[in-house]
């Protein structure tokens, strides 16, 4: 598809070659007939068409041409077609915006008038395209930072959105790489704290010893190597987020003084004998499985109970329906602009269903690594299978029961209609051939937000 792209359907060859050199400024494609002009138009979906009515076998009359505006516009809806007629012409003008031509131009061509038509239309065109990418953007990002298209995900999204204007405390529950941080960075972005700091700390990539002092700080003097007065992370997120990542991963030692800043609201540095208050809002991740280290006595339960204000449970990537795809294209987008690999264009058939059948362990993360080592390792234009390393002996097959296979293409059908009809609900149902009621039953069932 290109914006610049515009197909002039027209059998006199003299018309054809005054035509070309009048817009010379676009990419000038030419049939000049029914045949010619509808395979130009399945091949490069012009944003712009100009088609005179009179095309052989019926140069003199009208009928082949409004054939062709009709397929031409039932092939890509979204094109521009500028109808041109004979000046003597009344009815059929009106007949050809009757039909959904964008306009109509009269006979004898002035290229001078002809270009301004063909310039508003391409102007046009560029607009709703940006409208539809928009739109598109909309679907798949549901939330700021957060790339997803799947059901799954954005029910996750739309409990977020419920949860920050509130200073809940959330526990993000879910396997490593699913996106915790970038959730509860998304949820600190839509509540009131937003222009205060969102503070993150991983618990298990920080050693226990360590710990302590990172999160409450230390006084002067607590310890040798203290050398002077440091606030801890807790203080650092005052009026603002704290992300505690892996609190599955704190000691039992740690935990009576994480409880008190729970309940109370202050923290006491290291060494120091004054609580300080804090005004933070917490969000807590793990992927491990809670209670279990309760009844293993390495997490106690009274904690757990105050994490646990709102648990959100975040679907692997091999879970979500339609996210592996999105997120792919995302990444790749952003890396092959990071590394100026512009030449990349997509990924074959063969990567994109290695993908869907690939089990994704580590998850987003992996994916976007994956997808970052293909953008460096393709040769061609689409990335293959084997420049992401799946190879088909690492596949498991993803199977779907029928239903979830029916939902799925419900979904996407959903969301196409809806984008062809600028998410007019009328129009969209019009083109699923179902009722307004009914699509907005599926909306709901779907989590779809219009
Ligand atoms: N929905 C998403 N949209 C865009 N990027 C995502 C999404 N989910 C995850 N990522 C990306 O995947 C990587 C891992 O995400 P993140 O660190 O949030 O996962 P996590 O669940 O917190 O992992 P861990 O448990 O290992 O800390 C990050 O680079 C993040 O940007």
Known sequence: MSEQTLLIVEDDPGLQSQLRWS??????????????????VKRNQPAVVTLDLGLPPDPGGVSEGFTVLSEILSIAP??????????????????????????????????????????????LYGLEEENRQFRRMHISNPLDGVIAASPEMHEVCRM??????????????GESGTGKEVLARALHTLSPRSKKPFIAVNAAA????????????????????????????FELADGGTF??????????????????????????????RQPIKVDVRLICATHQNLSKLISEGKFREDLYFRINEMIINI???????????????????????????????????????????????????????????AVVMASGPLIEAKDMELAPGEFKRRLW???????????QAICAALSEAGENVTKAAEILEITRPTLYALLSKFNLKI
């Open 78 to 123: 979204t094109t521009k077609v500028i109808v041109i007629t004979g000046n003597d012409d009344q009815i059929n003008p009106v007949k050809s915006v009757g039909l959904g031509a964008y306009d109509f131009y009269q006979k004898p061509i002035d290229p001078e008038t002809l270009s301004f038509v063909v310039e508003r239309a391409f102007r």
């Open 206 to 233: 920080i050693p226990d010893s360590l710990l302590e002092s990172e999160l409450f700080g230390f006084e002067k003097g607590a310890y040798t190597g203290a050398t002077q007065q440091t606030k801890g992370k």
């Open 315 to 373: 679907p692997p990537l091999r879970e979500r329906t339609g996210d592996v795809a999105v997120l792919a294209r995302a990444f790749l987008d952003k890396f092959a602009q990071q590394m100026r690999r512009a030449n990349i264009l997509g990924f074959s058939e063969g990567a994109l269903s290695a993908m869907e059948a690939y089990h994704w362990p580590g998850n987003v993360r992996e994916l976007e690594h994956k997808v970052k080592r």
């Open 401 to 411: 029961s029928l239903r979830e296979a029916r939902d799925m293409a419900e979904r």
């Open 23 to 40: 817009f010379e400024q676009y990419k000038v494609l030419m049939a000049d007939d029914r045949d010619s002009a509808i395979a130009a």
């Open 243 to 272: 992300f505690l990542d892996e609190i599955g991963d704190i000691p039992l030692s740690l935990q009576p003084k994480l409880l008190r800043v729970l309940q109370e609201r202050v923290v006491e540095r290291v060494g120091g």
């Open 160 to 173: 977020i959105e419920r949860l920050a204007p509130t200073d809940i405390t959330v526990l993000l529950l």
